[in-house]
């Protein structure tokens, strides 16, 4: 007996948003001019991480949309923290 194979729930990996994370550990400070629908390409500046003598920035590794930011000025990220949202379709 031969039983199709039928995708399940999740298996794709053409999901259309990413997120952008933070690099480091710091308090998070956006650039000015980047808002929600804004286009972003790899390797823009979305803000930068402030810490004891460091500000690392925050690069986007990845071209698309602006969704939302979803970490707020002044708060403290760890590394790995989502930073943003974009829509890469």
């Known amino acids: 007996m031969i039983?199709?194979?039928?995708?399940?729930?999740?298996?794709?990996?053409?999901?259309?948003?990413?997120?952008?994370?933070?690099?480091?550990?710091?308090?998070?400070?956006?650039?000015d001019n980047v808002d929600e629908g804004a286009t972003i390409c790899?390797?823009?500046?979305?803000?930068?991480?402030?810490?004891p003598g460091t500000q690392v920035p925050v690069r986007s590794p990845f071209g698309g949309t602006l969704m939302g930011m979803l970490a707020h000025p002044g708060e403290?990220?760890?590394?790995?923290?989502?930073?943003?949202?974009l829509r890469v379709a």
């Open 3 to 31: 039983v199709p194979v039928v995708p399940m729930h999740g298996e794709r990996t053409d999901v259309p948003e990413r997120m952008i994370v933070a690099p480091s550990v710091g308090v998070f400070v956006p650039i």
């Open 42 to 51: 790899k390797g823009d500046v979305v803000g930068e991480l402030v810490g």
């Open 76 to 85: 403290r990220l760890r590394e790995g923290q989502p930073v943003a949202w």
